[in-house]
């Protein structure tokens, strides 16, 4: 999008104004009655303004109010503009004028700073930079609902725009007119052409609402135009990692240029920034996945670290000798370890559910293994190795019916289809960003408010604790007591970044799209010669998981490699599930959003090629 520049004298000289404009006694009836709306107006009979000028406080580009912008005010301070309008009484017509190039001149008359530096001790940390006076920084803002289309990420414009050339600034994303409810530039510019009601300009390059175009997709992702032994790469190996659209690289560079700072509990704008920056990244992943609450989100290093603090905090104290712990044979070792370590530890059982031909779960067996002593069922949502998309809903219903806690290891499943833990119903529900185009190192866990609230940090350390004396520490309550030292900011940050963008294309749009690629890819692989499907259940996600005969896995993986095509060869940290069905390693093409029918092309006509030749 293109940020208009903006004018500094919007009324043209008396003798070059347009038939049919408003003349200068007109304009001045408009200000007064704007000036008339303002707040505290009723009670200045003179119709006079206070008369400081607009103090020093822009807000950096592209940046809106998050969550939090209604938080506590510093003590002895004006509320937000209040100590933003001009004084002295003007002529209408010279407001009007000058208005939108309304310029930063004074500091505000109670004798503070811009930004407040004093955070009163029972403040809460998290609140960031709303407590304190401080910007948000959030350098894209969601899509609005009276836009054309909600895909604000492919606009022209670059996202995190320098600061220090104004004409890449908005000029709404500053003290302006409109922080005190006059009209800004676009206002004066409808009015003076008779449009009192100016509609937003919509680039006529963004796709409407609901459609879904790869190749707009494939623009925002960099790596994708990297080329591998001189062919395009074609990334085919999205079950281990996705890669990251722009947004995400430059949302993370942003937030290492203008924001770079620890959280929580200091006084400075760095730190009140970065701390806006982290709690809504935490906002981001409640609105994604439907959780109640913020504080029900633990930022974690990803699925494996989050599954380890369940299992390490909730599971050391709830799980004891005798007890069972159910897991199906579709799981990721992440899934699995953790709970053989605490069944170890505390004289616990595994069991385990089991699985068709197909590789769907048996929910039969699944009921005949629950009992009193079960006191967890963790299962995956989408197999990593299979596709295999799982009945998560029935199993943790027949969990809680039968007194049993269930945990969703939601890691292959988050960037494929629609996830609400409210309606899954799960007591646990976690997963990784990496796997939905976010960073690595950065992923969350999300349990129920009442359960976080019975189980004892897993960590110590800083950022956790309420207060520490030598004789005892009284920690905060969650989600911080769950995030011991300086955690992962900068890629939370970028976590959060990939779900908004995610969500502009539609997670619906997403998987139907893929849906398709997956039914078009397996079409071709069936009939090849020698290839055996492996994990064939009616609902899958996308995941081709094969062998081809007469070769093993590493040889089909090199062959496609010299062909700039990268699928994953191996067990795929899921050995139990691979040798139900008699393997050690499979061939492992997985999809997403950005891959298409002429990658699956070339795919298929290397694996044919090799079919074909003489072994």
Same mark, same amino acid.
Request: hydrophobic fraction near 40%; proline fraction near 8%.
């Given at each position: 999008?293109?940020?208009?520049?903006?004018?500094?004298?919007?009324?043209?000289?008396?003798?070059? %104004? /347009? #038939?049919?404009? =408003?003349?200068? $006694?007109?304009? @001045?009836?408009? &200000? !007064?009655? +704007?000036?008339?709306?303002?707040?505290?107006?009723?009670?200045?009979?003179?119709?006079?303004?206070?008369?400081?000028?607009?103090?020093?406080?822009?807000?950096?580009?592209?940046?809106?109010?998050?969550?939090?912008?209604?938080?506590?005010?510093?003590?002895?301070?004006?509320?937000?503009?209040?100590?933003?309008?001009?004084?002295?009484?003007?002529?209408?017509?010279?407001?009007?004028?000058?208005?939108?190039?309304?310029?930063?001149?004074?500091?505000?008359?109670?004798?503070?700073?811009?930004?407040?530096?004093?955070?009163?001790?029972?403040?809460?940390?998290?609140?960031?930079?709303?407590?304190?006076? %401080? /910007? #948000?920084?959030? =350098?894209?803002? $969601?899509?609005? @609902?009276?836009? &054309? !289309?909600? +895909?604000?990420?492919?606009?022209?414009?670059?996202?995190?725009?320098?600061?220090?050339?104004?004409?890449?600034?908005?000029?709404?994303?500053?003290?302006?007119?409109?922080?005190?409810?006059?009209?800004?530039?676009?206002?004066?510019?409808?009015?003076?052409?008779?449009?009192?009601?100016?509609?937003?300009?919509?680039?006529?390059?963004?796709?409407?609402?609901?459609?879904?175009?790869?190749?707009?997709?494939?623009?925002?992702?960099?790596?994708?135009?990297?080329?591998?032994?001189?062919?395009?790469?074609?990334?085919?190996?999205?079950?281990?990692?996705?890669?990251?659209?722009?947004?995400?690289?430059?949302?993370?560079?942003?937030?290492?240029?203008?924001?770079?700072?620890?959280?929580?509990?200091?006084?400075?704008?760095?730190?009140?920034?970065?701390?806006?920056?982290?709690?809504?990244?935490?906002?981001?992943?409640?609105?994604?996945?439907?959780?109640?609450?913020?504080?029900?989100?633990?930022?974690?290093?990803?699925?494996?670290?989050?599954?380890?603090?369940?299992?390490?905090?909730?599971?050391?104290?709830?799980?004891?000798?005798?007890?069972?712990?159910?897991?199906?044979?579709?799981?990721?070792?992440?899934?699995?370890?953790?709970?053989?370590?605490?069944?170890?530890?505390?004289?616990?059982?595994?069991?385990?559910?089991?699985?068709?031909?197909?590789?769907?779960?048996?929910?039969?067996?699944?009921?005949?293994?629950?009992?009193?002593?079960?006191?967890?069922?963790?299962?995956?949502?989408?197999?990593?190795?299979?596709?295999?998309?799982?009945?998560?809903?029935?199993?943790?219903?027949?969990?809680?019916?039968?007194?049993?806690?269930?945990?969703?290891?939601?890691?292959?499943?988050?960037?494929?289809?629609?996830?609400?833990?409210?309606?899954?119903?799960?007591?646990?529900?976690?997963?990784?960003?990496?796997?939905?185009?976010?960073?690595?190192?950065?992923?969350?866990?999300?349990?129920?408010?009442?359960?976080?609230?019975?189980?004892?940090?897993?960590?110590?350390?800083?950022?956790?604790?309420?207060?520490?004396?030598?004789?005892?520490?009284?920690?905060?309550?969650?989600?911080?007591?769950?995030?011991?030292?300086?955690?992962?900011?900068?890629?939370?940050?970028?976590?959060?970044?990939?779900?908004?963008?995610?969500?502009?294309?539609?997670?619906?749009?997403?998987?139907?799209?893929?849906?398709?690629?997956?039914?078009?890819?397996?079409?071709?692989?069936?009939?090849?010669?020698?290839?055996?499907?492996?994990?064939?259940?009616?609902?899958?996600?996308?995941?081709?998981?094969?062998?081809?005969?007469?070769?093993?896995?590493?040889?089909?993986?090199?062959?496609?490699?010299?062909?700039?095509?990268?699928?994953?060869?191996?067990?795929?940290?899921?050995?139990?599930?691979?040798?139900?069905?008699?393997?050690?390693?499979?061939?492992?093409?997985?999809?997403?959003?950005?891959?298409?029918?002429?990658?699956?092309?070339?795919?298929?006509?290397?694996?044919?090629?090799?079919?074909?030749?003489?072994?």
């Amino acid at each position: 999008m293109t940020i208009p520049t903006p004018i500094s004298n919007p009324l043209p000289a008396p003798d070059a %104004v /347009p #038939q049919g404009l =408003p003349d200068v $006694a007109a304009l @001045t009836s408009l &200000a !007064s009655q +704007f000036f008339a709306a303002l707040p505290g107006a009723a009670g200045n009979s003179a119709g006079h303004l206070p008369s400081n000028p607009v103090p020093a406080n822009p807000q950096p580009a592209g940046f809106s109010p998050g969550p939090l912008a209604n938080g506590p005010a510093l003590p002895g301070t004006f509320a937000p503009g209040a100590n933003a309008a001009p004084a002295n009484p003007q002529d209408g017509a010279a407001v009007l004028a000058s208005t939108p190039s309304l310029a930063p001149k004074a500091a505000a008359t109670n004798g503070l700073p811009d930004h407040a530096a004093i955070v009163p001790p029972a403040l809460n940390g998290r609140f960031g930079g709303h407590s304190l006076g %401080v /910007p #948000q920084v959030s =350098p894209r803002t $969601a899509p609005t @609902t009276d836009s &054309a !289309s909600p +895909f604000y990420f492919l606009a022209d414009a670059t996202p995190y725009a320098p600061q220090s050339k104004a004409q890449d600034v908005p000029r709404e994303d500053l003290v302006s007119a409109r922080s005190f409810g006059l009209p800004g530039a676009d206002d004066l510019r409808a009015l003076l052409a008779d449009n009192r009601a100016p509609a937003r300009a919509t680039p006529a390059s963004q796709p409407q609402r609901g459609a879904f175009d790869v190749h707009a997709v494939r623009r925002d992702f960099p790596i994708l135009q990297e080329r591998v032994n001189g062919r395009q790469l074609v990334w085919f190996d999205n079950a281990a990692t996705t890669q990251k659209p722009r947004q995400v690289i430059e949302r993370v560079s942003y937030f290492y240029e203008h924001e770079n700072s620890n959280i929580h509990r200091a006084a400075h704008e760095l730190a009140a920034r970065a701390t806006d920056a982290y709690e809504n990244a935490r906002e981001s992943v409640r609105r994604f996945i439907n959780a109640p609450s913020v504080n029900e989100v633990i930022f974690t290093r990803g699925t494996t670290e989050a599954i380890n603090l369940i299992a390490k905090s909730w599971g050391a104290r709830n799980i004891g000798e005798g007890d069972e712990i159910i897991v199906s044979n579709l799981e990721h070792h992440a899934n699995i370890v953790p709970w053989q370590q605490l069944a170890w530890a505390v004289g616990a059982k595994i069991r385990v559910i089991p699985v068709d031909d197909d590789g769907q779960v048996i929910l039969s067996e699944y009921q005949r293994l629950l009992g009193p002593k079960v006191k967890l069922v963790a299962v995956t949502q989408v197999s990593n190795a299979l596709g295999t998309v799982v009945p998560v809903k029935e199993i943790v219903d027949l969990a809680h019916r039968n007194g049993s806690k269930a945990l969703v290891d939601g890691a292959q499943s988050i960037s494929h289809m629609r996830v609400d833990v409210q309606d899954i119903g799960a007591d646990f529900f976690v997963f990784s960003g990496h796997k939905i185009f976010g960073p690595t190192g950065i992923g969350a866990v999300w349990a129920r408010a009442e359960i976080l609230d019975d189980m004892p940090p897993w960590q110590g350390g800083g950022n956790m604790i309420e207060d520490v004396t030598f004789e005892r520490t009284r920690f905060q309550p969650a989600p911080n007591k769950f995030e011991a030292g300086t955690g992962n900011i900068a890629d939370a940050v970028g976590l959060g970044a990939a779900l908004e963008y995610v969500e502009g294309w539609g997670i619906e749009n997403i998987g139907r799209y893929e849906h398709e690629l997956l039914d078009y890819a397996t079409q071709l692989l069936r009939p090849i010669k020698g290839v055996r499907l492996v994990g064939t259940a009616r609902d899958k996600a996308s995941v081709l998981s094969f062998t081809l005969e007469g070769y093993t896995t590493h040889e089909v993986g090199v062959a496609l490699n010299e062909e700039g095509i990268s699928v994953r060869t191996g067990h795929h940290c899921a050995q139990p599930i691979l040798r139900r069905f008699g393997l050690e390693t499979t061939v492992r093409p997985s999809l997403a959003f950005y891959n298409t029918r002429d990658e699956v092309d070339r795919f298929i006509a290397v694996v044919q090629r090799l079919s074909k030749a003489p072994h």
